[in-house]
Structures are given as C-alpha cells and as structure tokens.
C-alpha cells in the first residue's frame, strides 16, 4: 500500500488508515451497536493489513477505550491521533457530546484518552472542529503546545472545515488538518492543497462517503450530483465504492484518509480499492469536469 509522508510531522503514514469512530457502539449519536468481539477483530484485522495509521476522539464513546483493550499491545505498530475539547457526558439512555474548549478541558482530555487507550502519547492531538474566535479567545494552541510539551502528544493538529480552515492554515501552528473530502462532496479540495502546501499533513474523513451499499446511503442531494454527472459511465467495472474510494486516494495531496468499518470484508474491498491506485488520470479528470458541471465542486476561496 502507498506510504505517505503526513506533512511536516515527516510520520510514515499508509494511504488508507482507520477511523475508529465506527467502533463507538449506541449511546454516541444513534451508533450502531458492536460487540467487543467485533471491535477486537477489526481492529486487529486493520493492524494485521498493515495499516498504520488510528484515528479516535475522546468523544467517541468506546472507542478509545476498545484501542487501549484490544490493540494497546500492539501500539508500536500504528500512529494514534485522537482529538480533544469534547467530552462524554452521561444523559440516561444515551451519551451527549458537548464541546468545551477551555485549556482544563483539552488537558482532562488527553488524559483521559491516554488511560483509556493505555499509552503514554499519542501522535497526533486534534482539535475536534472549533471555531476561529473559540480557538483564540481560549488560547487552545497555547493549551495543545502545552501538552505537547510534556510529551503526551508528539504533534498538534486541528479538524476544521470551511469558514474557519483557511485561517487556521494561514496562522501555521497545526502540523495536520483533518478535513472532509470525497466525489460527493468536493468543497475542501482546494483546502487540502492549500493545507499540504503549507506542510501540514492531511488526514480525510468521509473519504468513502459511507460506502454505496444501500439505497438509503445512496439518496440524498449528493448522490443526485453522482447521477446528473453520470459517473456510472465511468465505473468501467469498479464498484461506486470503489470508484469513489479511489477518486479520493487520486488527489495529490491526500496523505491518509480514515475509513471506517467495520465489516472485515469491507475493509479488504477497501485495501484492494488501495491497491489498486489512483484512478487513470483520464478518468478523474472527466469526473471532476463531470461533478464540476453536476455542480458539485471546490468551494470558492
Ligand atoms: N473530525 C470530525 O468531526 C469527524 C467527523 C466524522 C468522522 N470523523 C472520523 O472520520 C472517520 C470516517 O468517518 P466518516 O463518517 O467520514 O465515514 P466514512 O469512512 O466515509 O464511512 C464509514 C461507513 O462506510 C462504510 N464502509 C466502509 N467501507 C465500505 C465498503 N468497502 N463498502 C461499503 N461500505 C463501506 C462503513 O460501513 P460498514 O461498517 O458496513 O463497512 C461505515 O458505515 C471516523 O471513523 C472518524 O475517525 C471525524
């Protein structure tokens, strides 16, 4: 699988790495349930393909803690990043997940998600989305420079999305940018370069769109922009997951994007979606004209 170097931090990362959101189970935003078994499996499955590269959240109800069960043995073999300023909060018969970016609160955080995932640091600490005026009203790079400081994370980092990205960008403090990007929705394209340019690493989520395996999933004005731009026609025998997968992996500067799954299967449909490579240069350039003219297309600067 191709290896990349994730920005300034100069870390190895695989192309395809994991987004352990999906291992949360029900109490985080209606998740779906998953047993302790079938989080240890994939997990271990991920690390066995030989993918490096973990994302979590300390919000993301069992995730963390799963990492620290199942794969805390393993822990030289993946990069970590999780983010801070959310937190649990036990609401009866589900968990609420409010953001509170105080510098007492990235510090409860990292905390808790070192004894959760029992490790001593993590690679990468993000911000899990704030805002501009957030971030500089409550000194939060002071905060994550703080814990890097001491240790408990080796880089900082920061998931954002348009308004708020470009200027993070331009301050130059974050080593990474987490950032949502697929065909069906290619408003940050420019950002990812924007971001890479400036030797930042970035990592994508959403970049398979959550997988074209039901009606449901494929609906929505997104999908409408797939089927006014017909991409159908340029499956040439790939699946949409795939096709959509390797159209993400196709951007040049792409250094890891974090899918989840957690379906063993899935996840070797999508090493073999790695494998196979970036889409022929021919191909993604009629379906970005195509999306482009679907109207689904890079936000403006
Ligand atoms: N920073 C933030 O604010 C933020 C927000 C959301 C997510 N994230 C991070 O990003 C990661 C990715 O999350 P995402 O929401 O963007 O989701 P995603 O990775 O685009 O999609 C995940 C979904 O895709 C399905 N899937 C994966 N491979 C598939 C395949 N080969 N065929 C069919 N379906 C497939 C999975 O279902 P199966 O289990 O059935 O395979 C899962 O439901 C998260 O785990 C988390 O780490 C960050």
């Not at 370069?193 to 929505?220: C, H, V």
Request: glycine share 8%; proline share 4%; aromatic share 6%.
């Amino acid at each position: 699988m191709k290896i990349c170097t994730l920005g300034r931090t100069g870390l190895q990362v695989t192309q395809l790495g994991f987004g352990a959101m999906e291992i949360r189970g029900p109490r985080v935003w209606g998740g779906r349930p998953v047993t302790d078994a079938q989080a240890e499996t994939i997990l271990n499955t991920v690390l066995d393909a030989g993918i490096t590269f973990i994302d979590t959240a300390n919000d993301y109800g069992l995730s963390e803690e799963r990492i620290g069960r199942f794969i805390s043995r393993r822990r030289d073999e993946y990069y970590l990043a999780t983010k801070c300023g959310c937190l649990l909060k036990d609401a009866g018969d589900h968990d609420e997940t409010p953001h509170i970016w105080t510098h007492d609160n990235l510090l409860r955080g990292i905390n808790e998600s070192l004894a959760r995932m029992k490790t001593d640091y993590v690679d990468v600490l993000q911000l899990h989305n704030p805002s501009v005026e957030q971030v500089e009203q409550n000194g939060l790079v002071e905060a994550l420079k703080e814990i890097q400081a001491s240790g408990k994370t080796r880089f900082i980092g920061i998931s954002s999305t348009i308004p708020h990205i470009a200027t993070f960008i331009k301050m130059g403090v974050f080593d990474t940018f987490q950032i949502p990007y697929s065909a069906l929705d290619r408003a940050e394209e420019d950002n990812m370069t924007k971001a890479a340019m400036a030797e930042s690493g970035t990592i994508i989520r959403g970049g398979i769109a959550s997988g074209a395996t039901s009606a449901e999933k494929q609906s929505g004005r997104r999908w409408a922009a797939w089927q006014k731009a017909k991409l159908d026609d340029l499956l040439n025998g790939m699946s949409r997951t795939e096709f959509i997968l390797r159209f993400t992996l196709t951007h040049p500067h792409l250094h890891t994007t974090i899918v989840g799954t957690l379906n063993p299967a899935h996840l070797a449909d999508n090493l073999k979606a790695a494998a196979e490579g970036p889409l022929p240069a021919d191909i993604y350039a009629a379906a970005k004209r195509r999306l482009t003219e679907a109207g689904e297309r890079p936000a403006p600067a």
